[in-house]
């Protein structure tokens, strides 16, 4: 893991960019000598420079985490084959179009986050070897799909959040009965581009003995400042 | 209104009976000087001295709020008459047996309601003229249609805690769209008693720019501890 810049944020954050092998990410640590670590993917592969992302893993470091994100491949700052393209081109067709999108996320969004789970592995044991950055890790992450498979596959993670405001393909849906870590389930009650009973159905789905549901009225960017505080609250409970 | 007991709890909250006309209720107050008050009323009638309202008014009376019930008329420590005694029993029934119990709800729980509005209105004026409580006023209770109905009538309540897990009356279900102030919605997602949909509807109809819904696995007594905590803090955000 190369750290290639950083700068000091105001609340005493450090924000540090890095890169490991062709993986590019960002690193935000706390003031504090001894900080858990958060992973913080932004949904199906929009960039780790997104500024509601950013935002969220700022706030997040100044509560007293370590958090991390990466750019999936394809996405971000990495460089995108012809076949990332064509995907996109025909995923924006269709959203723009209206007509039914399932079956061209389940293609593109299905591989992403296999491709994307062994890249934030690799990632979550590098950081893990940084100096004041600890376990328990939690999750906390716009991409719903990617930290339901990440929980299923890798003990270390004690807690999720997950935003029910992105496709989860098929497969995640099924292994969501094996999710038992506690989680925070975050729902806009009027997201147009995702269906409420579906959500609804994930968060009946998950195998964790504590789950819990907030939903609030609005669409897909609306969520309310104080869930961002809720969301802290709950990574409170189970990493510190 | 008159006082009739008083206990000073460990947490440096008072707690006081009392009794205005022939209405009996409970006041606690924390040691600060001045308190904002909350209305918390128990579902459907229970009474005032039940073990888990009591415990709900203590911890948020410790949190720095006047906390008031009253037992509705025929309930609680309040005289019976056969009718009400008539009712209950064949409640008990319907319950027990399985059999569709929605009718008989209807014709116990509506009047119950609609007699509670107003001395729940008297005791509201009777308390704020006590010293150290102050407006805005909260409601925060198990008897979500008490709420729904006080929180159309009465200016004054400027934040509502509601719980899903108690039957609320046609007339209140259609009123739901008349509410307006900031709510937190508490829903046991396993609640028997209490249809799951029904709760997601009544959610989705109150009129409310501010409404949040928690959701928590299991059934109607198994709210988690940490729900009372947010209600607080709901309640920090609008009255505070």
């Not at 999108?101 to 070897?129: C, H, K, M, Q, R």
């Not at 609804?200 to 961002?228: I, Q, V």
């Amino acid at each position: 893991m190369q750290f290639t810049s950083e700068q000091r944020l105001d609340d005493g954050v450090l924000e540090r960019e890095f890169t490991l092998d062709e993986i590019p990410g960002t690193l935000w640590t706390p003031g504090s000598a001894q900080a858990p670590l958060v992973l913080m993917a932004h949904n199906n592969g929009l960039p780790k420079a997104q500024p509601r992302l950013v935002a969220r893993a700022r706030y997040t470091a100044a509560r007293g985490y370590a958090v991390a994100t990466i750019d999936a491949a394809g996405c971000g700052d990495r460089p995108r084959s012809a076949a990332d393209e064509q995907a996109r081109a025909e995923l924006r067709r269709a959203l723009h179009t209206g007509e039914p999108a399932d079956e061209i996320f389940e293609s593109f969004i299905g591989p992403l986050v296999e491709n994307a789970v062994p890249e934030w592995l690799t990632t979550l044991d590098a950081l893990l070897e940084l100096p004041g950055i600890g376990g328990p890790v939690g999750y906390s992450g716009g991409w719903t799909a990617l930290g339901i498979r990440l929980a299923v596959v890798e003990p270390r993670i004690a807690a999720a959040g997950f935003f029910a405001g992105g496709y989860v393909p098929r497969a995640q849906r099924e292994e969501a009965r094996q999710v038992t870590v506690p989680l925070l389930f975050l729902l806009q009650w009027d997201d147009e581009g995702n269906p409420r009973q579906r959500a609804l159905d994930l968060f009946d789905a998950f195998g964790s003995k504590e789950k819990t549901l907030h939903a609030n009225p609005g669409g897909h960017t609306g969520t309310p400042w104080f869930e961002l505080e809720d969301g802290c609250r709950f990574l409170d409970r189970h990493l510190k």
